[in-house]
């Protein structure tokens, strides 16, 4: 909204005051949901990630995680997953509204105890 005049329904606001239109309001809850959905992505993806010993991900993938959340907070994809240069999969999905994330990565160590004669 700017200049005072919702830019949904066209309505002149007094200052500070959020239009309430049904469009105004869908507006405001995608903006919350996607900067909810950003700080969920930081603790998943981003430094916090160590307390569950993760290797953080760098900023250039987490802009992209942050692109697709807000292509998914509109509705313009449904899901989408990444496989992250270490190897991790980072995968994004709306259902029902919600939009959920996920981090997986699976980890392997083997070894070759030759035969001893």
Same mark, same amino acid.
């Given at each position: ?31 919350? $949901? *996607?900067?909810? !959905? =950003?700080?969920? /992505? ?5 430094? #916090?990630?160590? @307390?569950?010993?993760? &290797? ?14 807000? $292509? *998914?907070?509109? !509705? =313009?994809?449904? /899901? ?5 240069? #270490?190897?991790? @999969?980072?995968?994004? &999905? ?24």
């Amino acid at each position: 909204m700017s200049n005072n005049i919702c830019e949904f329904c066209g309505q002149v606001l007094m200052t500070d005051v959020e239009c309430e239109c049904k469009e105004a309001k869908q507006a405001r809850r995608i903006l919350d $949901q *996607i900067e909810r !959905a =950003k700080e969920a /992505a930081d603790e998943i993806f981003g430094e #916090n990630s160590k @307390k569950e010993n993760y &290797t953080p991900i760098s900023e250039e993938c987490m802009d992209i995680i942050y692109s697709a959340i807000e $292509q *998914i907070a509109h !509705a =313009k994809i449904y /899901a989408v997953t990444f496989t992250l240069p #270490n190897g991790a @999969k980072a995968k994004l &999905t709306r259902s029902k509204g919600d939009i959920k994330i996920e981090r997986s990565e699976t980890k392997k160590s083997a070894e070759i105890v030759e035969e001893r004669f």
